[in-house]
């Protein structure tokens, strides 16, 4: 009764999500904090003053939404935690006055017509495999990153070439541009990476744009990037195959409402939208849209959520160096640590059994490691004194 193809799928597995009692949350990495207020807002207006919208089709182009994630990338440079903030007014109020910092200036004007906008990132990921990578040649991707690829890889017949980290966990950019070079293939990988939090510079993913094939897509996933890495925005003014991935989910504190975006050359975005529309004309809903619109009109309110995580990282980072854990350095909302002679699985149930959710992996290799979401200071504090006797 199944089609053969149903064989070969591997679905993905989320973090846990158990409802047998509450737990904090640090398995998903979530933001800990909640949308701007202005959201609620928007939504409630939307809802109570349009109730004849929610009985017609939203724009199918989010055409709207793609002009305010265009200035919100132009007023933040794509990093919203070294985001600079005017503070005016009593008690030193968050005006919504943004500039980015000189790092991550982009110097030339993002357009709306760079921007694609999706049911989450993982939607557009989906459409960024059917659109640029084929069934005869194997991507380019890291053995350990985002664990959605092979599942895409799977569901569209395409091969990936999974490629050996370093042994610091960083990319080897030398051996991924080896291998995309040999079969003339294009290249996928999360940067900031995932699990490990690990970054590459702009001038380190420029370096490789240069050596990789021109022809091919070359996909850099900055699902974390607004939490301490560099965007690669920049680099579209020279690299016309360069495909960026982002989302709502992490640092504009919208996991909930689904979603995700590209940044690309305009051409790149037709493409893109040309695979939307044979499958899901409207794939994102007038609420959702209405929602992520008023989440970019206050990127001064992200921008202070995600210096927030950054430093509370930071601080968790030294509190696990203190107590013998190994911790990769991250430039993400979560750390990734293993302690010698801690079985993983042992760690992660007593954690649990203090009602935190931390998030483990059967992977070989990386089993013993607990890859932990940034929360809040109080959060934090409690995974600290859980983890003391570890």
């Not at 959710?357 to 992977?363: G, H, P, Q, S």
């Amino acid at each position: 009764m199944l089609a053969k193809r149903m064989s070969a799928l591997n679905p993905y597995v989320p973090g846990e999500q158990p409802k047998d009692r509450p737990y904090i949350k640090l398995n998903a990495n979530e933001n800990p904090y909640p949308p701007a207020p202005e959201v609620a807002k928007a939504i409630s207006e939307f809802v109570l003053s349009h109730p004849e919208k929610m009985a017609l089709y939203p724009d199918p182009d989010s055409l709207s939404l793609h002009e305010e994630i265009a200035e919100m990338l132009n007023k933040t440079g794509g990093v919203l935690c070294r985001t600079v903030v005017t503070h005016e007014g009593a008690g030193g109020a968050i005006s919504g006055n943004c500039q980015p910092s000189e790092n991550d200036r982009i110097p030339f004007k993002v357009t709306p017509d760079m921007i694609y906008t999706g049911n989450g990132s993982d939607e557009v990921l989906s459409f960024v495999f059917y659109a640029f990578f084929d069934s005869d040649r194997p991507v380019v991707t890291p053995s350990f990153s985002y664990s959605f690829y092979p599942v895409y890889g799977g569901f569209y017949s395409i091969p990936l070439n999974k490629i050996d980290l370093k042994s610091d966990w960083s990319l080897d950019t030398e051996k991924m541009l080896e291998e995309a070079n040999k079969t003339d293939s294009g290249t996928i990988f999360a940067n900031p990476n995932a699990p490990t939090g690990i970054g590459l510079s702009r001038e380190q993913v420029r370096q490789m744009l240069l050596k990789a094939p021109k022809d091919k897509a070359f996909v850099v996933d900055e699902a974390y990037v607004d939490f301490g890495g560099e965007s690669c925005i920049p680099l579209l003014a020279e690299f016309k195959n360069l495909v960026i991935v982002r989302t709502f989910s992490k640092s504009l504190c919208g996991a909930g409402m689904r979603s995700g975006y590209l940044v690309a050359n305009p051409e790149l975005i037709q493409a893109v939208t040309t695979v939307k529309n044979s499958l899901n004309h409207f794939p994102m809903d007038a609420i959702t849209q209405v929602a992520a619109s008023a989440a970019c009109k206050n990127a001064a309110y992200y921008a202070e959520k995600a210096k927030a995580v950054a430093e509370e990282r930071e601080k968790f980072s030294a509190f696990l160096k203190a107590h013998g854990w190994n911790v990769l350095p991250s430039k993400t909302n979560f750390v990734f640590a293993e302690k010698q002679g801690v079985n993983g699985q042992e760690a992660y149930r007593k954690i649990k059994q203090d009602g935190i959710l931390v998030r483990i992996f059967a992977t070989p290799g990386i089993e013993n490691y607990l890859r932990i979401t940034i929360g809040t200071p109080e959060q934090m504090k409690a995974l600290e004194k859980s983890m003391e006797s570890l």
